[in-house]
């Protein structure tokens, strides 16, 4: 009988601990974002922040921290207090790419984060200028294959998904174009609309809005078609293959430090979960070029991990380093 009732307080003090502190939060939660103010991954993270502020009954304060391809931002969050007052806004360059192409990276994509969970997935979208000789990807090939080397596209980093996808189109297509990394995509925007860089590859939700308002065209769509452009062809129409399907999940993920509290990642968690399924948010993350499908954090860290070594592979073969 003594025993039975050991293990019954013993079972009420794991549920005691296994809900979040109900005084959490107690102070504004930093939301670390790896893009510039005004990027499309700016706007992600600020719709995020908005929608699950009144769920954690809580306020987020949002820090940008472009540059490096998000390394910067992404080890910020990786070093911060394991408390739940630190979050990141992740993606495939972050926490696949970089560590795929970089054994030297400062943070572990795997074992220095708590997962939160997938926002949604999105491809990759290659624009022009509208002077631009090529208007899709079979007229690009013909072209870089024209003049080796002289055509140049531009990404925002090395190693970043836009870097990726560019080697990936030049490895498969034998196109030889030449890449240009900048800081961030706001910079790429800036430049293209003033005419000092003619083609680049941005993510969705920084192109899309630029392709649907007439102000550059797109050429094709890294790796899938997306439904924020159902016309524009992607590399699987093209025949521009990865090693494996699932490569193409490029996704947007949030995180915390490694060793943060388990019922507070919960509780994100199950806060991202709602606001994710929201018809609303739904809307507007296609507005963005993202496809909404939340992954809960378990299986979001061995996605991550399966997903390193097979673009491992890529990073090999077309001697991308970002040591």
């Not at 499908?293 to 991550?304: H, K, N, Q, S, W």
Request: charged content about 20%; hydrophobic content about 45%.
């Amino acid at each position: 009988m003594r025993k039975l009732w050991i293990a019954a307080l013993a079972g009420l003090a794991f549920a005691a601990h296994a809900q979040a502190p109900s005084d959490y939060p107690s102070r504004p939660i930093r939301f670390v974002l790896i893009s510039a103010a005004g990027s499309g991954g700016d706007a992600l993270g600020r719709l995020l922040a908005d929608k699950m502020a009144p769920l954690v009954k809580g306020v987020f304060v949002m820090d940008n921290k472009p540059g490096a391809s998000g390394a910067i931002a992404t080890d910020f969050v990786a070093k911060a207090p394991a408390d739940g007052y630190t979050i990141g806004l992740g993606g495939a360059t972050t926490h696949v790419l970089l560590p795929a192409s970089n054994p030297k990276l400062s943070y572990d994509s795997v074992k220095d984060f708590a997962p939160i969970g997938q926002v949604g997935t999105a491809s990759i979208l290659l624009i022009a200028t509208n002077d631009f000789p090529a208007n899709n990807a079979k007229e690009l090939i013909a072209l870089a294959r024209k003049s080796p080397g002289s055509v140049q596209y531009a990404s925002w980093g090395i190693a970043s998904t836009g870097h990726f996808c560019g080697e990936l189109f030049n490895l498969r297509t034998q196109a030889q174009m030449s890449h240009i990394p900048y800081k961030s995509v706001v910079q790429i925007q800036t430049d293209m609309l003033g005419g000092h860089v003619k083609l680049a590859y941005v993510d969705m939700a920084s192109g899309s809005p630029m392709v649907k308002s007439g102000k550059v065209k797109a050429i094709t769509a890294c790796t899938s078609r997306s439904p924020s452009l159902p016309d524009v062809s992607s590399y699987d129409d093209e025949g521009i293959d990865f090693a494996g399907k699932r490569m193409g999940a490029l996704r947007w993920a949030l995180y915390a430090p490694a060793g943060t509290p388990k019922p507070i990642v919960a509780k994100l968690s199950a806060a991202l979960k709602q606001v994710v399924e929201m018809p609303d948010v739904k809307a507007r993350l296609l507005d963005l070029g993202i496809t909404a499908a939340f992954v809960g954090g378990d299986e979001l860290r061995a996605m991550t991990a399966a997903d390193i070594e097979g673009w491992r592979q890529i990073a090999k073969a077309a001697n991308i380093s970002n040591e």
